[in-house]
């Protein structure tokens, strides 16, 4: 019996939200690809980012952070990037078959859409602000204004987002540049003579403290691979000859290629906000409106450009946020009424959040939930990176629920674990030092745990039985009746035939048995 809705039926709508993106319905060149998804990374939270680390910890220590923080979220990036584009599946579907297991990964769905909604939120209150100051419109209105205007894009999933990134990347790009290209290098007044009030600066020094406080702020954003990886699960499947260079750089760019525009933004961020803090005072100087209404000199013109910008990455924030949800329940309730129904959920959490204040707790926030998610990226890609090259794991990703353990523990251990030491940590219980560096302890720990643990186990806990299709191009789900191409079925004993990714997920009666059926 199918247990979704109409909106779950309807591609153009769903967007394979559960499930193995098609060839047939990859039909874009790996540039549009590569431009929808750096199209979303136009938020204005890098600048904001930049500009809070230099006010607090010192221009020299931002530098440093911000440029060591990019090195580690580009190289952990790179085996996310090229296994999602190569198996064509999402974030969510990428950790289940990357050492979690099919309920491991439930815990990574909420840190992925908790990072979904805390980037909403914060880009949201951006824009509120630029309107407010702009427009004069009360922020509590502007905060429902950005909430509600990226609902009609997002419903029409990477269809309608390839149109406005496209659309929109060449006048965000030309705007951006405009405080830094317009005034000579010598008529830039600020310093590093700021920060260090809380002890972890010293007015303008470098400090370890104030490094790694500010890199941890900065490695919030590891996360961000996850929206990228949910655009390049449409990327077209790999060819040899000449496309196969611009298969590989399409790749690269879209994926951990956006942290090099990031840590620029951040820079430029950083930048602004010690060349305005002394007239606008610290609060101010980290809001991405006040300094480009300072760098731009146009108040309408800043307004436009912090506009356009919140969109381009909230249409990402809440359809990522819809893929993350949708995966959760559909594992937890085994009911899935389409992804349409969690873009109203996601997007309702981070209006809450924004008429709580939560930019006001930026520096807070970002340094909590960066030990979480770096410990889960840092142990989905050493499993890529270094258990499948090494043997240790099966080479592919598999991600239907057949063939899966409930929980794996070489990533789902490794990072608890991790996780688990780095919060300790960040708290203080192994001083002020280690609370500095908690995000590389867990870094650390989630990359040598899986391989460590991989050994412990002998992989036993990756692939649940092994895998018996019959031939064929396409083959027909027995519980739905629709035709679907091979990597996105399982064979059923329960059912006697093939059953899709989807049915598979929501069938509950059926797992138990699929799972011990023909055990290797």
């Known amino acids: 019996m199918r247990r979704y809705g109409g909106w779950a039926s309807r591609e153009a709508i769903e967007d394979y939200s559960l499930r193995y993106a098609p060839v047939s319905y ?22 904001a980012i930049g500009g809070s680390i230099a006010v607090t910890y010192g221009m020299t ?14 190289l952990t990036g790179i085996p996310i990037a090229v296994y999602s584009a190569r198996y064509a599946i999402d974030m969510d579907l990428l950790t289940r078959g990357a050492g979690f297991g099919y309920l491991g990964s439930t815990l990574t769905s909420l840190i992925y859409a908790s990072f979904t909604f805390i980037f909403f939120a914060l880009e949201g209150s951006i824009m509120a602000q630029a309107l407010a100051a702009g427009l004069g419109v009360p922020l509590q209105l502007g905060y429902l204004v950005c909430a509600l205007v990226v609902i009609p894009v997002v419903v029409y999933g990477m ?3 390839s149109r406005l990134q496209l659309w929109t990347q060449p006048v965000w790009l030309a705007l951006m540049v ?46 961000q691979i996850g929206e990228q990886a949910d655009y390049l699960r449409f990327m077209p499947e790999r060819r040899a000859g000449r496309g196969r260079i611009g298969w590989w750089a399409a790749v690269l760019a879209a994926g951990p290629g956006w942290v090099v525009l990031g840590a620029l933004k951040q820079l430029g961020g950083a930048l602004l906000a010690v060349e305005i803090v002394d007239r606008v005072g610290p609060e101010r100087a980290v809001q991405p409106m006040e300094q480009y209404r300072a760098g731009i000199g146009v108040t309408a013109l800043a307004v436009f450009f912090v506009v356009l910008s919140q969109i381009k990455i909230n249409v990402t ?38 008429e709580l204040g939560v930019f006001g707790l930026l520096n807070t926030v970002l340094g ?4 979480v998610a770096i410990a889960w990226i840092g142990a989905v890609s050493a499993d890529l990176a270094i258990n499948k090259p090494l043997g240790l794991s099966p080479r592919g990703v598999e991600f239907k629920r057949a063939y899966l353990h409930t929980i794996n523990p070489v990533g789902f251990g490794s990072m608890v674990i991790a996780s688990a030491v780095s919060l300790a940590a960040y708290f203080g219980a192994f001083g002020e030092l280690a609370h500095a560096f908690s995000p590389f302890i867990a870094l650390g720990l989630a990359i040598a745990l899986a391989p460590l643990l991989a050994l412990a186990t002998r992989g036993r806990y ?6 018996d299709l019959p ?26 035939g093939v059953i899709c990714s989807l049915c598979c997920s929501l069938e509950a009666s059926c797992h138990d048995l699929c799972k011990t059926q023909d055990a290797p």
Not at 191 to 210: E, K, M, P, Q
Request: hydrophobic share 50%; net charge neutral.
């Open 26 to 47: 990859r039909r874009w060149s790996p540039y549009a690809v590569a431009v929808t998804a750096l199209g979303s990374i136009a938020y204005l939270a890098d600048f």
């Open 61 to 74: 220590n931002a530098v440093a952070a911000i440029c060591a923080a990019a090195l580690v979220i580009f």
């Open 159 to 161: 269809t309608a987002l």
């Open 178 to 223: 405009i405080p830094f290209v317009t005034r000579p290098p010598g008529e830039w007044h600020g310093s590093g003579g700021v920060g260090g009030g809380d002890g972890s600066g010293d007015g303008g020094g470098f400090t370890l403290v104030g490094f790694g406080l500010g890199a941890g702020v900065a490695l919030s954003l590891i996360a």
């Open 317 to 354: 924030n809440a359809y990522s946020g819809s893929l993350s949800w949708a995966n959760f329940f559909a594992r937890t309730l085994h009911r899935h009424p389409g992804r349409v129904v969690w873009i109203f959920f996601n997007v309702g959490i981070a209006l809450a959040l924004m």
């Open 368 to 371: 909590f939930y960066s030990n």
């Open 462 to 467: 990756y692939l649940a039985r092994e895998r």
């Open 471 to 496: 031939p064929g191009a396409l083959l027909t789900c027995v519980v739905c009746g629709q035709a679907y191409e091979r990597p996105d079925v399982a064979d059923c004993p329960f059912h006697h």
